[in-house]
């Protein structure tokens, strides 16, 4: 297993593992799958403006990524990004995560973004220590603002002081 710069060509391996994530859980708040159009323009995007995409890759295939961006529009948010984890069903606790966070989080030390935010689903446990355990803080909770397998959704706010 490796963890890398995701490069352009990678964008069919991260279509499966968002599209697995819109299908199957809560992590995403989307309903619609998407095509390998809007996932070759996202990381396009994310490339050409400098913002690291990091894949794990096992024999030859990207079965994770780990992402930021930015986190709201305005730019007095621009020190602030919003960070983005996933990893392939078939491949979880195997620490991939793990190892995909810990290369982010070193990743925004070096470039400089201020603070890192996390907006997780509150019922998404694993995801939510997995953060605490870095060192984020729990620092909002927006009770039912999201409704996705017809249940409303609680969202939990986490925050990383990079600088
Ligand atoms: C959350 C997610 C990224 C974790 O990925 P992963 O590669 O399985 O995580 P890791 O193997 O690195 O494990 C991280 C920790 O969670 C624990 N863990 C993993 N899966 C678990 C499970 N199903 N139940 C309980 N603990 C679990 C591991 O033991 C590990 O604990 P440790 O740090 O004490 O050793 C993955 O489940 C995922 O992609 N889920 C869908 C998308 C998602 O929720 N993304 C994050 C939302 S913002």
Redesign the pocket.
């Known amino acids: 297993m490796i963890v890398r710069d995701a490069v352009v060509s990678d964008a069919a391996d991260l279509l499966a593992i968002h599209n697995e994530?819109v299908r199957t859980?809560t992590?995403?708040w989307d309903e619609d799958e998407v095509d390998l159009a809007d996932r070759t323009a996202w990381l396009d995007g994310r490339l050409t403006a400098g913002l690291p995409v990091l894949v794990a890759e096992v024999g030859g295939r990207v079965v994770?990524y780990a992402s930021y961006g930015p986190w709201r529009p305005r730019s007095g948010y621009r020190h602030t990004v919003e960070?983005?984890?996933?990893?392939?069903?078939s491949?979880?606790?195997?620490?991939?995560?793990?190892?995909?966070?810990d290369a982010l989080v070193a990743r925004a030390r070096r470039d400089g973004p201020h603070r890192m935010v996390?907006?997780?689903?509150s019922g998404?446990?694993?995801?939510i220590?997995?953060h605490v355990?870095r060192g984020y803080r729990t620092v909002g909770h927006l009770p039912e603002v999201g409704r996705k397998f017809d249940r409303w959704l609680d969202l939990t706010i986490l925050q990383l002081d990079l600088h």
């Open positions: 994530a859980t992590a995403i994770g960070n983005a984890l996933y990893v392939l069903a491949h979880h606790g195997r620490g991939l995560a793990s190892l995909l966070m996390a907006m997780i689903e998404n446990t694993v995801s220590d997995l355990r």
